[in-house]
T-cell receptor, first 113, second 108 residues
Framework: DSGVTQTPKHLITATGQRVTLRCSPRSGDLSVYWYQQSLDQGLQFLIQYYNGEERAKGNILERFSAQQFPDLHSELNLSSLELGDSALYFC????????????FGEGSWLTVV | ELKVEQNPLFLSMQEGKNYTIYCNYSTTSDRLYWYRQDPGKSLESLFVLLSNGAVKQEGRLMASLDTKARLSTLHITAAVHDLSATYFCAVLIYKLSFGAGTTVTVRA
């Protein structure tokens, strides 16, 4: 158990819908990262927050948004869902902006039908 | 744009033999990570390499980092079935960029 908690674990939704994925980082970790893993794209970095502020942005679609709240949990919002958004979404956390160890949660499986 | 390349992408190992996975990256970085992933599961942190010449070992796995060559290796000694998984290297600059992964299968 990495200490990073993600909910829900599995989610099936229809195209055009909106979903919210939630992440609680390890106790004391200020940095939260979001990744998308799919068979064709591999592991893609979406966005990073540090202590509530956006720190780095990757290949995150405009239909996707995220935030980190004062209690340090984070949410990833995915809207106008398309079939291609079906993937495993990981949240990770670390204690500092640049590492050291970055711990990954169990992931949220999103299936868009 | 940072590129992280792993090879091989697929590795069929025979139990008891030694193998190496290579990770090359295109931009200078002093932080390299190795992760293991079982099918459909999370990424388990194996090693964090923080400086040139760093070497870390855990059980049958040993990782090293050469920042000048922009190369990290993951060496597997006397492979056993439990090591079957996908292994990823990742390089941290402003974001953690992953290689494509090496899928390892250990056969008797």
């Amino acid at each position: 158990d990495s200490g990073v908690t993600q909910t829900p674990k599995h989610l099936i939704t229809a195209t055009g819908q909106r979903v919210t994925l939630r992440c609680s980082p390890r106790s004391g970790d200020l940095s939260v990262y979001w990744y998308q893993q799919s068979l064709d794209q591999g592991l893609q970095f979406l966005i990073q927050y540090y202590n509530g502020e956006e720190r780095a942005k990757g290949n995150i679609l405009e239909r996707f948004s995220a935030q980190q709240f004062p209690d340090l949990h984070s949410e990833l919002n995915l809207s106008s869902l398309e079939l291609g958004d079906s993937a495993l979404y990981f949240c990770a956390s670390s204690g500092a902006p640049r590492g050291n160890t970055i711990y990954f949660g169990e992931g949220s499986w999103l299936t868009v039908v | 744009e940072l590129k992280v390349e792993q090879n091989p992408l697929f590795l069929s190992m025979q139990e008891g033999k030694n193998y190496t996975i290579y990770c090359n990256y295109s931009t200078t970085s002093d932080r390299l990570y190795w992760y293991r992933q079982d099918p459909g599961k999370s990424l388990e942190s194996l090693f964090v390499l923080l400086s040139n010449g760093a070497v870390k070992q855990e059980g049958r796995l040993m990782a090293s980092l050469d920042t000048k060559a922009r190369l990290s290796t993951l060496h597997i000694t006397a492979a056993v079935h439990d090591l079957s998984a996908t292994y990823f290297c990742a390089v941290l600059i402003y974001k953690l960029s992953f290689g494509a992964g090496t899928t390892v299968t250990v056969r008797a």
